[in-house]
């Protein structure tokens, strides 16, 4: 691989990293969603490091060119990353649509306890119609 | 008692369907008979509504006139208008979503509802004035005397002239036929959403195997898998008033989800508890 490129990438998968670090520190990413950025971009970084493991990755898939399969690894990390965030919001959706339901119809139930209890009230003690 | 009420409202069942204003006799609610607390105890009228103050007034007059002691709840999906002061003026109980959430999702909150108090039958109808109120009776009868758990207003049995577009004649004859096909009975009409559910349907729509978006054929292939029983009988459908549909503008959506959705429902094995 061409060192520049090397070069390129190795930064990249720093800043990566360190810019997921430093995301966390401050509470604008959870942990939970960090991992996925992390053992990406650790695995990148390993990729651009060690020619070794990247010429034996390029054998394995046939790849005649070593950038080809350090775009393809980034390319496939990535689908993961996305179908694991897929999943998250689904799942997210649904706790949604059930909080939706549950507050529509928690909300109705307070709403006629209220019109019970002003009935209620008013049947006791009349005088309290002149106040409201 | 019922069949007196049946027999006195016979006639307006097959009357014209856009003559749904009362003769002077029949606007009293003490002169008629009323169904629920006799032959429908427990029911409940669940109807979707999303921005829809022009139709719901008249919807809910409609089933004042046609079935004035089953409750009516209408679920508010997040409507920018005057939906839920109209239905509350008109006598419903109101449970009002905080934004819009689609048809299944607030249709879906009204069997949790239902369940969560009491109810062992629940009629689902649309809030747009298409679903005529007069067959409301029809359709519950059919529930409570048959062996039935889920009963289907069909606009295309019979001779009642509803006319769609081209593609919406399209889609229900393909999804109708699929229907059909891993139903082993005949579907007529798979996008209805005139029903009524009873017993352990009802608990079904509320869980969480229910689709709750766009619940049509996939709806009816999965109550059959879970082993429901579903007739359908022949209602009158009028067109929506504003011609607008729950599908409008995704339509490509629409076919993939339906499709998936069959599909998956097949493959998927039956829970326990159904």
């Known amino acids: 691989m061409p060192p520049r490129i090397r070069i390129i ?32 971009g650790s695995l990148m970084l390993i990729l651009s490091i060690s020619e070794d493991l990247l010429i034996w990755i390029s054998d394995l898939v046939g790849a005649t060119l070593f950038t080809s399969t350090l775009f393809f690894s980034g390319l496939v990390f990535l689908m993961i990353i996305c179908l694991h965030f897929s999943i998250r919001i689904s799942a997210l959706t649904n706790q949604v649509r ?35 | 008692m019922n069949k007196l009420y049946r027999e006195k409202h016979s006639n307006a069942l097959h009357a014209d369907p856009v003559a749904l204003e009362p003769s002077p006799e029949e606007s009293t609610p003490s002169s008629v008979i009323t169904p629920s607390l006799i032959g429908f105890p427990n029911t409940l009228i669940v109807i979707p509504a999303y921005n829809e103050e022009k139709n719901i007034g008249k919807v809910l ?18 409507s920018r208008d005057a939906t839920p002061k109209i239905s509350r003026e008109c006598g419903a109980k109101v449970i009002s979503l905080p934004f819009n959430s689609g048809y299944g999702v607030a249709l879906q909150t009204g069997f949790i509802f239902a369940l969560k108090n009491g109810y062992t039958t629940v009629l689902q109808m649309d809030a747009d004035g298409q679903h005529d109120p007069r067959y ?9 005397n048959e062996n039935l758990d889920v009963v289907i207003g069909s606009r295309f049995l019979g001779n009642n002239g509803y006319k769609t577009t081209f593609l919406k004649r399209l889609g229900m004859f393909i999804f109708g036929n699929l229907a059909s096909l ?23 729509v509320a869980g969480e195997y229910y689709p709750p978006d766009y619940p049509d054929a996939d709806f009816i292939i999965m109550l059959h898998r879970f082993g429901f029983k579903t007739r359908e009988i ?4 009028h067109p929506s008033p504003d011609n607008k549909s729950m599908h409008s503008g995704k339509t490509i959506y629409y076919v993939f989800k339906m499709f998936l959705s069959i599909i998956v429902t097949l493959l998927r094995q039956k829970p326990k508890g159904f």
């Not at chain 1, 670090?21 to 939970?32: D, G, I, Q, S, T």
């Not at chain 2, 007059?61 to 997040?78: F, K, T």
């Not at chain 2, 409301?136 to 409570?144: F, G, R, T």
């Not at chain 2, 022949?234 to 459908?237: A, N, S, T």
Request: proline content about 4%; hydrophobic content about 45%.
């Open chain 2, 234 to 237: 022949p209602v009158i459908m």
């Open chain 1, 9 to 40: 990438a190795i930064f990249i998968c720093i800043f990566l990293l360190a810019y997921v670090f430093e995301l966390v520190r401050r509470k604008h990413l959870n942990e939970e969603y960090s991992l996925g950025w992390l053992v990406t």
């Open chain 2, 136 to 144: 409301i009776v029809d359709m519950l009868q059919e529930i409570q």
């Open chain 1, 98 to 132: 059930t909080l939706t339901q549950h507050l529509g119809i928690l909300d109705y139930e307070k709403r006629t306890l209220e019109s019970v209890v002003v009935q209620n009230s008013l049947a006791k003690n009349p005088s309290v119609l002149e106040k409201l």
């Open chain 2, 182 to 204: 891993f139903c082993g009975q005949k579907v007529s009409d798979p996008t209805s959403g005139f029903q009524a559910l009873k017993g352990k349907a009802i608990q079904f």
């Open chain 2, 61 to 78: 007059e409609g089933i004042r006139r046609c079935a004035p002691e089953i409750p009516v709840l209408v679920i508010n999906d997040g």
